[in-house]
Every structure is written in C-alpha cells, then in structure tokens.
C-alpha cells in the first residue's frame, strides 16, 4: 500500500497531542515514536493509521525508518515533526548550569538528540521537518560531538541538515496563536532545498509560519476567565474528597488538600486578584499586627502566617525557601493563563491556582488551556498511572491550535500557495535568530535566505 502524499512521522511523541493539529491539517501519521510505552499508547489511540516505535531513539531511529519503509517504500514522508525532551534546557530546571557552559549542557545527554532528528531526516528525506523546544534551544550552549566545540542544539541541528534543508527558526508566544496561555516556544521547520517552497517563500518574502491573530498590543490574547468559562466545568474545592472532583468526569479532578495549612493558605488569598501567599500579612486569627516580608509567624500570637510556611523540628516555623515571584500565586483572569508544565499539580509550583476557587486546576482544564480537542482519547491512563502522568503529557503537548495553523500553512505551502505567511521581517523570526546567534560563538551562522540578502 502506497501512502497519501502528506503523510507524516513523529519523533518524540509524547501523547501525539501536539500531532493532532497536523493531523488535522492533512497531515497523515504514519509512525510514533515515543520512549514511554504508556505515552505511546495514548498517541496511537489519536493516531489510528500510525505504527509505534517504542524505546530511546538514540537505539530505535532505524525502526522508525524501516517501519515507515515498510510500507512507503522510497517515498518520502512530507512531514517529520520532532518534539526532543527539553528537561534539560528549562530555565525551570535547577542544576543545569549556566546556559554558557557548554561542558554542563553536554552532561544531560537529552541535550543532544537533534543528532536522532539528524539521522531519521537523512534516512527519510521528507519534505518538511518541524521541531519544536523551549527557547534555550537556540541559544543553551553543549558541546559539539563532533569536535567538542560550543554550539546549541538548535544550530547542531541546522548544521547537521544543512546540506539538504533550508532552515526557517521562528521564536514566538503562542498566545499570539489564540492559546490561551503564555507559552514561548522555539520552532525550526526544514524545508527540503530541491522543493518549490523555497524559492516561493523567497519570492513573497515569507516564512513558513501562519500570520499571528492576536497580540498584546491589540489586547485580543484569550484570556483564562474567556477559556474556563467556555469549558463551563463544574466547580470544584480542595476542601474534601466530595468536592475535589467531578464525579462525571474524572478528568475533572484536583488534589484534596483539606482545611490545612495549605487549604487556608490559598482561600486566604483574595479571589480574582492574581495575588500570592507569600504577601499574605495575618494569621488564621487575624491579628492586629504589623508583620514583614520574611516573617514566618505572628508577632502578636506566633501562630504560623497564612504564608508558605514549613514547621522544623523544635517546632519553629520559617518561611519555604523557593521561588517568589511566581510560586504559591493565583492565575490572573484577565491574562492568559501562565505556562501550563507537567508540574501542574503542585501547588508550590509556577502560578497553579486557580484564579478563584480554593485549588488548583484539573487535568481537564490543563487540556483545555493547551487546547487539546475534547475528543482527544485519553483511554484508561488516568485509572492505570494516575493525574500526575496525565498531567506531565499534557504539560508537555504542543498545543493542538497552533500546531493546526502551521500545518494547514506548510500543507498550502508544498501545493504552490504562500498565502496567510508570516512575513520574512516578522519579529519572532529576528528573536530566534538573535538567540541562536548567541549559541553560535564562532563559527557561521547559516540560515534562511535573509540573512544573505
């Protein structure tokens, strides 16, 4: 059997979230691979024409080739879409060395499996290659290992495609997409240098990417109060097991933390405001006192404020040593919604309660926010691995709206049309190019027809 023409593989699937907006831009998945078996499972359940590659991809990339030729034969794929793990790159990731030192880059081996992208590219030859990171991708240093010199992923990578592929990297907030979330992310999409499309995109002075449909400056993100309210999910609390889930959905769920510390931390924080425990200025009794910014208890009863406090052994309290700025604070509503992370079930975590009911959000509405389609089969994996996995897929998706629009782009792309292009002097293609700039240090930087007019 001879595939269609957009037929498509994927590297480092995930859940196969981020691939359903490829999918239903046209674009036919035909392998998945993934490391995780149960995350693969839930991707072929979304994928129902695809084979899985299961296992590291620095031992399985030659079954992803050969399961693809199996059936293809030499025809090549149109799309390759890649989303390697960006664990060690985050700047949510403590540890990883300054984004300079390369040598601390290198020691996390995930660093450099664009060298996996390398080599399926090379054994495929497909049309397109999409890959996807956070922002340090163009920019965190590791060393080559090639001849051990600095360099990023994102310009290993081009470097390594160079030959065959034109490289188009693109920085944006995806916000400016109509997610209703912050989500900076790094894209670079490949387009083979014998198609069309490249001297098309030189002609009309684009690059492969849809025109944004929304931005700060226009005030028109989605924001998080516009995106709960078109979900319409029940309400939930903390407070007990009762009111901590949605028994008629179970992807409506949150952890129950009871009326502790933790509980009343949260409800004392005021409703719709944005604000943080940490600012919280009383105690449980609300006494009369004055109190400062790194004080752990009352001066006037010394019970414990309603603060992100932790009790040590002589039964002292002192404030939790962390991150201030964004930690124990509720989402604003009138603002996208920040970052939603696999970390979307703590609530120490960045900016994880919910704008105003006492709790964090649900799995549903983390879906939601990374608009994954409601049809989108989730299978028996909350029973079987519970929230936390389910929230770590999610957290970890490429959002299914975005990756629609670029789909739909590079599919209209590769019949002749540059229509609905982002422009070639848009912004977030001179800010990807600026960061990956700074993860070149000395050699050339070879990139998309601009930088050579």
């Not at 495929?124 to 090639?146: M, T």
Request: hydrophobic share 40%; glycine share 6%.
């Amino acid at each position: 059997m001879r595939f269609e023409t957009l037929s498509a593989v994927s590297l480092f699937s995930n859940c196969g979230a981020g691939d359903v907006g490829y999918a239903k831009a046209g674009f036919s998945f035909k392998v998945m691979a993934e490391i995780e078996q149960r995350r693969l499972t839930v991707a072929l359940a979304n994928h129902a024409d695809a084979s899985g590659v299961p296992g590291d991809l620095r031992f399985t990339w030659r079954e992803a080739v050969a399961s693809f030729r199996s059936d293809a034969g030499a025809e090549p794929p149109a799309l390759l879409s890649a989303c390697p793990p960006c664990q060690g790159m985050s700047t949510a990731r403590g540890g990883r060395g300054r984004e300079e030192d390369a040598a601390a880059g290198s020691r996390d081996g995930r660093n450099l499996l664009v060298e996996v992208i390398a080599q399926v590219a090379n054994g495929l030859r497909p049309r397109l290659i999409v890959v996807e990171n956070v922002a340090a991708f163009f920019s965190r240093l590791v060393l080559d290992p090639r001849n051990d010199k600095p360099v990023s992923a994102a310009v290993l990578l081009q470097d390594l495609l160079d030959l065959h592929y034109e490289c188009y990297p693109f920085l944006t907030d995806l916000a400016d997409y109509g997610v209703p979330q912050r989500r900076v992310r790094a894209f670079m999409t490949f387009i083979r240098r014998d198609e069309a499309a490249v001297e098309a995109l030189a002609l009309a002075a684009c690059v492969p990417y849809p025109m944004p449909t929304a931005s700060a400056e226009d005030g028109n993100w989605t924001s998080l109060k516009e995106a709960l309210e078109q979900l319409d999910a029940a309400e939930l609390d903390a407070a007990s097991a009762e009111t901590a889930h949605d028994s008629s959905t179970p992807m409506h769920s949150v952890p129950i933390w009871g009326l502790d510390h933790r509980y009343r931390m949260v409800a004392a924080i005021p409703p719709n405001s944005g604000g943080r425990a940490w600012d919280t200025a009383h105690c449980e009794a609300k006494c009369d006192v004055q109190v400062d910014a790194d004080d752990a208890v009352c001066p006037a009863c010394n019970e414990p404020l309603l603060r992100p406090v932790v009790q040590e052994a002589d039964g002292s309290y002192r404030l939790v040593r962390g991150f201030r700025r964004s930690s124990y604070s509720r989402m604003r509503p009138e603002a996208p919604a920040p970052t939603i992370t696999t970390a979307s079930g703590h609530v120490g975590s960045d900016n994880t309660i919910h704008p105003f009911e006492n709790r964090l959000l649900s799995p549903l509405e983390c879906a939601h926010l990374q608009t994954i389609p409601d049809d989108f089969e989730w299978g028996t994996s909350l029973d079987d691995w519970g929230p936390t996995a389910v929230r770590a897929m999610i957290g970890e998706a490429v959002p299914p709206r975005f990756t629609e629009m670029h789909g739909r782009v590079l599919a209209e792309l590769l019949d002749g049309r540059t229509e609905g292009l982002a422009s070639a002097d848009d912004r977030r293609l001179t800010k990807a190019l600026e960061r990956m700039q700074r993860g070149l240090p000395t050699q050339r930087l070879a990139t998309q027809g601009q930088l050579r007019q």
